[in-house]
């Protein structure tokens, strides 16, 4: 059994920042892909970021040049660095992750950006 816990979430005004973080935590062999979704409210879940294991990163544009995903693979967490966040970027960020066991995903944390 896997379990990913995202953490992090929370209310910030236009031009602030936020941290997200996601732990895996179980029957854990291998970590590959890990990456940040995110839901608005009456939208489609949208690929917001990705990291391979060795680091390599890609992004959606709509976020390119103010988030930054990055790992620790010996905690088996995934960040997700969010500045100068606009209103648009409301949403449930949920993390995905790619195991030997299979894909999983976390429970979603909230992120509100309003003043």
Same mark, same amino acid.
């Given at each position: 059994?896997?379990?990913?816990? /995202?953490?992090?979430?929370?209310?910030?005004? !236009?031009?602030?920042?936020?941290?997200?973080? %996601?732990?895996?935590?179980?029957?854990?062999?291998?970590?590959?892909?890990?990456?940040?979704?995110?839901?608005? !409210?009456?939208?489609?879940? /949208?690929?917001?970021?990705?990291?391979?294991?060795?680091?390599?990163?890609?992004?959606? *544009?709509?976020?390119?040049?103010?988030?930054?995903?990055?790992? &620790?693979?010996?905690?088996?967490?995934?960040?997700?660095?969010?500045?100068?966040?606009?209103? /648009? &970027?409301?949403?449930?960020?949920? %993390?995905?992750? *790619?195991?030997?066991?299979?894909?999983?995903?976390?429970?979603?944390?909230?992120?509100?950006?309003?003043?």
């Amino acid at each position: 059994q896997v379990q990913l816990v /995202e953490s992090g979430g929370g209310l910030v005004q !236009p031009g602030g920042s936020l941290r997200l973080s %996601c732990s895996a935590s179980g029957s854990i062999l291998s970590i590959y892909n890990m990456r940040w979704y995110r839901q608005a !409210p009456g939208k489609q879940r /949208e690929l917001v970021a990705t990291i391979t294991f060795g680091g390599i990163t890609n992004y959606a *544009d709509s976020v390119k040049g103010r988030f930054t995903i990055s790992r &620790d693979n010996a905690k088996n967490t995934v960040y997700l660095q969010m500045n100068s966040l606009k209103p /648009e &970027d409301t949403a449930v960020y949920y %993390c995905n992750a *790619d195991l030997t066991s299979g894909r999983y995903w976390g429970q979603g944390t909230q992120v509100t950006v309003s003043s």
